[in-house]
């Protein structure tokens, strides 16, 4: 971070501030409310913001019970204007109706209210809309079209997205 902060002064000007590639590996831990949203789903939205490099693992508590949890081996991508250097994920989100949040070592301060970085929903005074994903109003007020919370098309909404459909997705791969 200090580096960061400095990289415009002499000497670290001569030089390209990368992020650690250690710190780009991580491993997601996510929890979605309702227990029947499907991995795949889970999957293609972390690879909005990630390089997720292995399948689920659910989380099972020490008597084999399954804890609502799943994992998710990743790499974070890089982002040059963040402060460490990588992409984050959102640390709250909705796939449809069905809410969730993820968490991760490493992973910055983010306020579910505002989604953004630095503070948390206690000390927030603003407002996001959860449709259109701007600043000021909430969903209830919001006068744009609903879109989809995978692909973030317009025309449909998550229930019915083509990505979520496996013949789709495997014939774009």
């Not at 997601?28 to 293609?44: A, E, G, K, S």
């Not at 399948?55 to 508590?61: E, F, P, Y």
């Not at 929903?121 to 603003?126: F, L, P, V």
């Not at 609903?146 to 979520?164: A, M, N, P, T």
Request: glycine share 6%; aromatic share 10%.
């Amino acid at each position: 971070r200090r580096c960061r902060e400095r990289e415009k002064v002499v000497p670290l000007i001569h030089y390209d501030i990368e992020g650690i590639w250690a710190k780009a590996c991580q491993v997601i831990t996510v929890h979605v409310y309702n227990p029947f949203v499907r991995n795949d789903d889970i999957f293609l939205f972390l690879s909005l913001y990630v390089d997720v490099v292995s399948d689920c693992t659910r989380v099972v508590d020490r008597l084999g019970v399954w804890t609502g949890r799943r994992q998710f081996a990743v790499i974070l991508r890089p982002y040059p204007t963040s402060l460490d250097g990588f992409k984050h994920p959102p640390a709250s989100f909705a796939l449809g109706s069905d809410r969730g949040y993820l968490f991760y070592a490493g992973q910055p301060k983010t306020c579910r209210r505002c989604q953004e970085t630095g503070h948390t929903a206690d000390t927030c005074s603003q407002v996001r809309c959860r449709n259109c994903n701007e600043l000021g109003h909430l969903m209830r007020d919001c006068k744009k079209a609903k879109y989809c919370s995978v692909c973030g098309e317009e025309d449909h909404l998550y229930k019915i997205c083509q990505w979520l459909n496996p013949e789709f997705v495997a014939a774009s791969e």
